[in-house]
């Protein structure tokens, strides 16, 4: 018996103000805010964003005896909740009760997503999980045509989260919630990091872990050194990366250089990443959409 849970619906970020992480993810990755909605009953504020197969959540806390409120005094800015959607999640939060695991809600309620309910990070390797099955049309505005931003954020293409034990981490999310292993790497002498990636939809969770825990330069060990178990960074497709590489540089941000390197590309696909401090606390991975040929 596993959850069914169909695909990575979205990314939920924690801020001390929503609108602050808008210039970066909004105006400069280019994507719509759908929805801006205040939710009494959690304490927060939601600017959701259309992220193409997926979307991202920003979210602010209004008061100050809320689990969020909590979560933003101890970690800071960072990524909040990973959301599975799902076909009936009533029957999916009984189902994750049956399997021992501890919910945060015995029942769903409404939320940004349509009825959702939450599993506890105690239960799933540090990572807060919410289960979402919207209740409406998926809400979309379309990118307009912009000279300055030639390019297209398409979706999420795979969430990255840090653990200790790399295989019982891998097990939880393959078993559980009926994620299939596909690509297991590691240990690599040029990263330090061993991962693990199990299928969701269109994309899939990298478990992964420093294969030397006494080197510290490895960012994975400085996270399990700071917060334990927990989701470690986000990565995002991008349709034209060329000009994404370009049009974000122009706007302000420090880039990485775009790594080529056979073994830091994903899947053959370039990457580069956003500092921290630009990305609202968050280790924000852009991913080429499609392989590329390297030059010999």
């Not at 018996?1 to 103000?17: E, K, P, T, Y």
């Not at 349509?114 to 379309?142: D, K, N, W, Y």
């Not at 292993?181 to 994309?203: M, N, Q, R």
């Not at 030397?212 to 497709?237: C, W």
């Amino acid at each position: 018996m596993a959850l069914n849970v169909n695909r990575i619906h979205h990314i939920g970020i924690l801020l001390h103000d929503a609108e602050s992480a808008l210039p970066l993810y909004r105006d400069t990755l280019g994507m719509p805010v759908v929805k801006d909605e205040i939710l009494e009953d959690q304490g927060v504020r939601g600017i959701v964003l259309d992220a193409g197969d997926g979307a991202i959540e920003l979210l602010e806390p209004i008061r100050d005896d809320t689990g969020a409120a909590r979560f933003l005094k101890e970690r800071g800015e960072d990524i909040h909740h990973v959301c599975f959607e799902t076909d009936d999640v009533a029957a999916e939060l009984q189902r994750a009760k049956a399997l021992g695991m501890q919910l945060i809600d015995e029942t769903p309620r409404h939320g940004l997503a349509g009825m959702v309910g939450f599993i506890h990070p105690r239960s799933s390797h540090g990572v807060l999980v919410e289960l979402a099955q919207p209740t409406e049309e998926r809400e979309s505005a379309p990118v307009t045509a912009d000279p300055n931003r030639p390019f297209g954020i398409s979706g999420i293409d795979h969430v990255g989260i840090a653990v200790r034990d790399i295989h019982a981490g891998a097990e939880h999310f393959s078993e559980k919630f009926n994620m299939p292993v596909f690509k297991e790497w590691g240990p690599e002498e040029e990263t330090g990091l061993e991962s693990i990636s199990v299928a969701i939809g269109a994309g899939y969770l990298e478990i992964v872990t420093s294969h030397d825990p006494t080197d510290a330069n490895v960012y994975v060990e400085r996270f399990l050194r700071q917060h334990g178990d927990g989701i470690a960074m986000m990565s995002l497709k991008v349709r034209n990366f060329p000009a994404a590489l370009e049009s974000i540089g122009a706007s302000g941000y420090s880039l990485t250089e775009p790594v080529y390197y056979p073994h830091k590309m994903v899947l053959g696909r370039p990457l580069m990443h956003i500092p921290r401090k630009q990305a609202s606390g968050v280790r924000l991975q852009l991913l080429a959409e499609s392989p590329v040929e390297l030059k010999s």
